[in-house]
């Protein structure tokens, strides 16, 4: 369910794919000590994972959650136990249309969806870590199939808070220019999966925040936009994610860590929390 719909206005500020590179993981420890970073989303399968779990124990304050990934990645199990999902080199497509379509239309692929998100599941919990919350790498567990997966698995894997990524369209017009048919796009179709799944979120009481902030942006989440979004914040609970680091998206990290976007969080009272703080 959603929270806190009074009139403070309370704020996450995730860096999606920690685990993925040690410049990711460097980027989102720095943001969080010296930024406004709150939380991160762990991709268990990727190669810097374990330097980034040892880091979040170092950081406790550091929500860190999963950030299930069916796609753009290395899968977790071999080839040979998911064949409809990883080729023979263990990686996942990279088409995310290809997967949406195959995922639905192909039933057949189900029992290793859930056996491949299991044991995503599993690794996460083997960290010892707090799961903060689940979301998913490009937002595939709203996908129908892998949500409805997921919500299979809620009780077993103590997963009470999740991602519900609805950016809203009329506010981003008005703090951003450009990248229209993408903005517009992403718009319906996420809208279209969140309504969808919000109503199931809530008859199980999984709490989300009231809105997503990032979607729209598709990595350019820049100090100018974040200085735009902040007095701009409705009332209650939203998410700010990013993908911070030191090489491929570094403006998304200065913007993170900008005196003058720290200063304006302060000057505007917003109250930085995690998904466990729902």
């Known amino acids: 369910m959603a929270t806190h719909d009074g009139s403070a206005r309370r704020l996450i500020v995730n860096a999606d ?5 040690a410049s990711i993981n460097t980027a989102v420890i720095q943001a969080h000590q010296d930024g406004i970073l709150t939380t991160a989303s762990l991709m268990v399968n990727e190669p810097a994972c374990a330097e980034a779990v040892q880091l979040a124990r170092a950081h406790p304050r550091l929500g860190v959650g999963l950030h299930l990934a069916l796609l753009c990645g290395r899968a977790g199990l071999p080839h040979e136990q998911i064949p409809g999902l990883a080729d023979a080199q263990g990686r996942f497509t990279d088409s995310p249309a290809g997967a949406g379509f195959r995922y639905f239309f192909l039933p057949g692929l189900r029992s290793q969806l859930r056996a491949e998100i299991r044991h995503q599941l599993e690794a996460f919990r083997a960290t010892g870590l707090v799961l903060d919350h ?67 979120f809530d008859r199980l009481n999984l709490r989300y925040p009231a809105r997503v902030f990032g979607l729209l942006q598709n990595a350019r989440v820049t100090e100018d936009y974040i200085l735009k979004l902040l007095p701009a914040l409705p009332a209650g609970d939203s998410e700010l994610y990013s993908h911070p680091s030191l090489d491929e998206f570094r403006a998304e990290y200065e913007a993170l860590i900008s005196p003058r976007v720290r200063q304006l969080a302060a000057a505007q009272g917003l109250n930085l929390i995690r998904y466990q703080d729902l």
């Open 134 to 200: 689940v979301n998913g790498h490009l937002h595939l567990h709203l996908h129908p199939t892998v949500l409805g997966i997921l919500l299979e698995l809620a009780t077993e894997f103590d997963i009470r808070r999740v991602r519900l990524t609805r950016d809203p369209l009329r506010l981003n017009l008005s703090l951003a220019r450009g990248y229209l048919g993408y903005r517009l796009s992403h718009a319906l179709i996420f809208g279209l999966l969140s309504r969808r799944a919000r109503s199931r």
């Open 17 to 21: 794919d920690f685990g993925r590179t």
